[in-house]
T-cell receptor, first 115, second 107 residues
Framework: DTEVTQTPKHLVMGMTNKKSLKCEQH?????MYWYKQKAKKPPELMFV???????INESVPSRFSPECPNSSLLNLHLHALQPEDSALYLC??????????????FGDGTRLSIL | GIQVEQSPPDLILQEGANSTLRCNFS?????LQWFHQNPWGQLINLFY???GTKQNGRLSATTVATERYSLLYISSSQTTDSGVYFC?????????FGTGTSLTVIP
């Protein structure tokens, strides 16, 4: 079983809906990440939170809004998404951000489909 | 940014065969991980290997950081080894995935 838990596993939503993806870890990690993965492509980094502060935003459209309420939780709020946003969304965590970097541990992902 | 290329892009093996997957990177890195993504999309950590050699059962990995490559060896392959294998490197605070190798093991 993965130590990073993502919910829901599957989500289908319309373009006008508002929904949220949730990620939780209890390993004491202080860095958390959101990735987007399209079919047959490697994951692409979206956001990085380090010590509950947003440290990297890879020019992600504002219809994706991350939130880190505490060191164990990471949310991704979705609003007015487009069909091309359909993808697997992966959450990961690591001990801390910095050099040398620590290994990242991934959740099982949320498969998102936009109608 | 750093380029991370994997080869071969696709590989088909008969069950029981051995294989070597390669990961080349264009600049010095702080760290390197190998992952297996199964057909259900789960990304499984295989190795955290900035340098040297590690073994875990039928899998082993070697990273030669000075020459900017890493190898993943799979011995006696099984159908459950099918999926996509990614290497990922860390440079500074950035984490870059390689292009992936899609492995199919047929019985």
């Amino acid at each position: 079983d993965t130590e990073v838990t993502q919910t829901p596993k599957h989500l289908v939503m319309g373009m006008t809906n508002k929904k949220s993806l949730k990620c939780e870890q209890h390993m004491g990690h202080r860095a958390m990440y959101w990735y987007k993965q399209k079919a047959k492509k490697p994951p692409e980094l979206m956001f990085v939170y380090s010590y509950e502060k947003l440290s990297i935003n890879e020019s992600v459209p504002s219809r994706f809004s991350p939130e880190c309420p505490n060191s164990s939780l990471l949310n991704l709020h979705l609003h007015a998404l487009q069909p091309e946003d359909s993808a697997l969304y992966l959450c990961a965590s690591s001990l801390g951000q910095g050099s040398p970097a620590q290994p990242q541990h991934f959740g099982d992902g949320t498969r998102l489909s936009i109608l | 940014g750093i380029q991370v290329e994997q080869s071969p892009p696709d590989l088909i093996l008969q069950e029981g065969a051995n294989s070597t997957l390669r990961c080349n990177f264009s600049d010095s890195v702080n760290n390197l991980q190998w992952f297996h993504q199964n057909p259900w999309g789960q990304l499984i950590n295989l190795f955290y290997i900035p340098s040297g050699t590690k073994q875990n059962g039928r899998l082993s990995a070697t990273t030669v950081a000075t020459e900017r490559y890493s190898l993943l060896y799979i011995s006696s392959s099984q159908t459950t080894d099918s999926g996509v294998y990614f290497c990922a490197v860390v440079t500074g605070n950035q984490f870059y995935f390689g292009t992936g190798t899609s492995l199919t093991v047929i019985p």
